[in-house]
C-alpha cells in the first residue's frame, strides 16, 4: 500500500513543479470547477449524509454544502488580492532598499478529516489548499463511508489524482500516508490522535495544523437574557446530536437564574426537535456503537432534567441536559461530543475562571452576559481558540475570523484568508539598490 502512495506522493511532487498550480487563474479554474461538481453532486452528498449520520438534508445543506460554497465564494473574490507580493517596511539603515513578501505554496497539503461534518471538514482545508497553489490528497473518514465514497467519485471525476487525490480506507491508510513526505498535514479529530500525527510529522519536520476539541465551557451569568440563551445553547449544543467541535461541552449557570434557565431549554428541546425526540425523523444519530456506549455511561451521572432516552438499534440518544453535576464527574474528564450537556452551578465568577484556567485550554468559550466587564474579565482571562458572546458556534461560520485552537485544542487556523496564510510560506526579500 505504501508504495502505491509514494507512487502517487512522487506523481503530485512531479506536477508542482511544472508551476502550474502556481498560476492564480488555474486556482480560480479549480475552485469554479469545484462548485460545478458540489452542485452537480448535491443530491448525491445529501443522501450519503442522511445514510451516514441521519442528517436531514436542510442541516445537511446549511453546515456542509452551503458552508462551504459560501468559503469558496470569499476566497474567489480574494485570491488575486492575496496571492500578490506584498510590500513591507524597511529599515532606513539599509538606505535605498525595498521589502517585500512574495507568497509561495508549500507544495504537496495530506488533509486528514473527521467524520462528524464529514463533507465540510473535508472540503474547507482542501480550498484553502487549493487557493494557495498546492497539490492535495485527501484522506476522508472511513466512519462515513458513504460520504467518503461520493467525495472520492466527485473529486475523481473532476480532477488529476496528480493534483488532488482522494485515498479512502481505515486508520492503517492514515498510518501508510504518514509514512510519506508531504510539505504540510492538516488534521482534524481528537487530541489524541494529533498526538500521533504531530509526533509522525516530526519525522519530516512537515509543519501541520491541528484542529482537535476539547471541553468547551458555556457561561450563563446572572444579569443574561435568558430567553436568548437557552434558545442559542439549545441549537448550538444540539445540533449534528452534540458531534462538533465547538459545540458547549458544559454548561456554567449563575445559581440565581438556573432554574429559570433549566424550564426554558427544556421549552426549547421540545420546539426545536418536537415533544418526543425519538420520533423526530430528522434527529441526527450517533456515529457508531463504540460512541453510543461511551455516551451512554455518561446518563447515570448527576440528576436527568430532561432527555436520557436512547434506542442502540438507532443509535439514538436524546437531547439530554444533567444538573447537579460536580467538577470531579466522569461526563466532566473529556470532551462529551454527544447530545449531553452538565450543568454546574456557581455563585462566584472568579471561582468559575480558575476552574476553567486548570483545565486544558477549550477550542471554544461561550458567554452570556449583558455586562461588559464581566465581559473583560473572562476573555481577558481565559485563553482558548475563539468563541462568541451572546451566542454559540457562530464564530465558526464567518470567512472574515480565522478558527482554530490553542494548546491541547490544536495549533493554526483557517477559513478565509486564515486558509489561504495556512497553505502558505511567505517569502521574505529585501534588495538592495545601488546608488548610481
Known amino acids: 500500500m505504501s508504495e502505491n502512495y509514494q507512487g502517487l506522493v512522487e506523481r503530485q511532487r512531479a506536477f508542482f513543479r511544472t508551476g502550474k498550480t502556481k498560476d492564480v487563474e488555474f486556482r480560480v479554474e479549480t475552485l469554479n470547477k469545484l462548485v460545478d461538481a458540489m452542485k452537480k453532486y448535491e443530491n448525491e452528498i445529501l443522501a450519503a449524509l442522511r445514510k451516514d449520520l441521519n442528517k436531514s438534508e436542510k442541516e445537511g445543506y446549511r453546515t456542509e454544502i452551503g458552508f462551504v460554497l459560501h468559503e469558496i465564494k470569499y476566497i474567489l473574490d480574494n485570491v488575486h488580492t ?49 487557493c494557495a497553489g498546492n497539490c492535495a490528497v485527501l484522506k476522508p473518514s472511513e466512519f462515513t463511508p458513504a460520504t467518503s465514497g461520493v467525495l472520492a467519485k466527485m473529486v475523481q471525476e473532476n480532477f488529476p489524482e496528480e493534483y488532488i487525490a482522494v485515498v479512502e480506507g481505515e486508520a492503517e491508510t492514515s498510518t501508510a500516508l504518514l509514512k510519506e513526505k508531504f510539505d504540510y498535514i492538516f488534521f482534524t479529530g481528537s487530541t489524541g490522535v494529533g498526538k500521533i500525527i504531530m509526533t509522525a510529522a516530526a519525522k519530516h519536520l512537515t509543519p501541520v495544523t491541528l484542529e482537535l476539541g476539547g471541553k468547551s465551557p458555556c457561561i450563563v451569568h446572572e444579569d443574561a437574557d435568558l430567553d436568548i440563551a437557552a434558545q442559542r445553547i439549545t441549537k448550538g449544543k444540539f445540533s449534528n446530536a452534540g458531534q462538533t467541535c465547538v459545540a458547549p461541552d458544559y454548561l456554567l449557570i449563575h445559581k440565581s437564574v438556573k432554574d429559570e434557565f433549566l424550564e426554558k431549554m427544556k421549552g426549547q428541546i421540545k420546539e426545536m426537535f418536537g415533544e418526543d425526540v425519538s420520533k423526530n425523523p430528522d434527529f441526527t444519530h450517533i456515529i457508531n456503537d463504540r460512541h453510543f456506549n461511551r455516551l451512554s455511561a455518561f446518563l447515570d451521572n448527576g440528576i436527568q432534567v430532561v432527555g436520557g432516552d436512547t434506542e442502540e438499534d438507532r443509535l439514538f440518544i436524546a437531547p439530554t441536559v444533567l444538573d447537579d453535576i460536580k467538577w470531579e464527574d466522569p461526563v466532566m474528564q473529556d470532551e462529551i461530543f454527544g447530545p449531553i450537556l452538565p ?75 486564515g486558509s489561504f496564510d495556512t497553505f502558505t510560506h511567505y517569502k521574505s526579500i529585501l534588495k538592495l539598490i545601488r546608488a548610481k
Request: with cysteine.
Open 343 to 417: 450543568v454546574i452551578e456557581y455563585d462566584d465568577l472568579t471561582e468559575v475562571i480558575h476552574k476553567i484556567v486548570e483545565r486544558p485550554k477549550p477550542l471554544a468559550l461561550y458567554l452570556f452576559t449583558e455586562d461588559e466587564e464581566v465581559e473583560n474579565t473572562v476573555l481577558g482571562n481565559i485563553s482558548f481558540g475563539g468563541g462568541c458572546i451572546n451566542d454559540t458556534i457562530s464564530h465558526l461560520a464567518t470567512p472574515y475570523l480565522p478558527f482554530g485552537g490553542v494548546g491541547e485544542s490544536g495549533m493554526g487556523s483557517y477559513h478565509g484568508q
Open 82 to 130: 492575496w496571492a500578490k507580493p506584498k510590500e513591507a517596511q524597511t529599515p532606513e539603515v539599509f538606505g535605498n532598499a525595498s521589502s517585500m513578501l512574495y507568497p509561495e505554496p508549500y507544495g504537496l497539503a495530506l488533509i486528514i478529516a473527521p467524520w462528524n461534518y464529514p463533507f465540510q471538514l473535508a472540503v474547507a482545508p482542501l480550498i484553502g489548499a487549493i
